[in-house]
């Protein structure tokens, strides 16, 4: 499964960057780095390095069960290779509102694979809103989560000064519904019946 590929590759390059301080300088979403030396791999890169253990752990357990499921869809509709594009472009895509609102600014660093994983977390809802999420070991149906997360990661993006790129979740959230509805539309209206005929 490409999904625990992407698991042990990320685990790999995140695990080497916390040994390595200037590995984790050479691939951190550094605005300068790509608006002065055109180091646009950067885009991606980030996404595969993480702040500490924890941060990693959190984004990977996440991928784990939602990439899984959702893998399958996207194999089905553009093969292995369509999944891969998906949740690398996802990384591109949910980076790029912070780049370009930080590209002058030298103080900014971004990294982690949240937007991805928010990309393939929101594919997962719109595949199934009234399957369960556990939050704090709490179930939740998934569409509530959605909702509830889509609004806390815009309230937050607005107050700022946590240090988590909340702007990111939200652009990767976006872009995994509008994936799926451009791959198969008619997901969308297979979302709308399930979602007004709840089943838990």
Do not use: C
């Not at 490409?2 to 390059?13: E, G, N």
């Amino acid at each position: 499964m490409l999904t625990l590929v992407l698991i042990a590759v990320t685990v790999l390059v995140s695990w080497q960057a916390f040994e390595r301080p200037r590995l984790i300088e050479r691939l951190i979403l550094w605005p300068p780095a790509i608006e002065r030396k055109h180091q646009y791999d950067r885009l991606v890169t980030h996404g595969f390095i993480h702040a500490d253990w924890q941060h990693l752990l959190f984004n990977m357990i996440t991928l784990f069960f939602f990439g899984r499921a959702v893998e399958p869809v996207f194999t089905q509709f553009l093969g292995p290779v369509g999944y891969l594009f998906f949740y690398l472009s996802a990384i591109v895509v949910a980076i790029l509102p912070t780049w370009l609102r930080h590209r002058h600014d030298a103080r900014y660093r971004s990294l982690g694979a949240s937007g991805a994983v928010s990309a393939v977390l929101f594919a997962y809802i719109l595949l199934s809103p009234w399957s369960r999420i556990f939050v704090f070991f709490l179930p939740v149906p998934a569409i509530v989560y959605g909702v509830a997360y889509v609004a806390y990661s815009f309230w937050m993006d607005r107050q700022g000064g946590d240090h988590i790129n909340h702007s990111a979740h939200l652009s990767g959230a976006i872009y995994g519904v509008l994936f799926m509805l451009l791959m198969e539309p008619r997901v969308g209206s297979v979302f709308l019946e399930r979602l007004v005929n709840p089943s838990f």
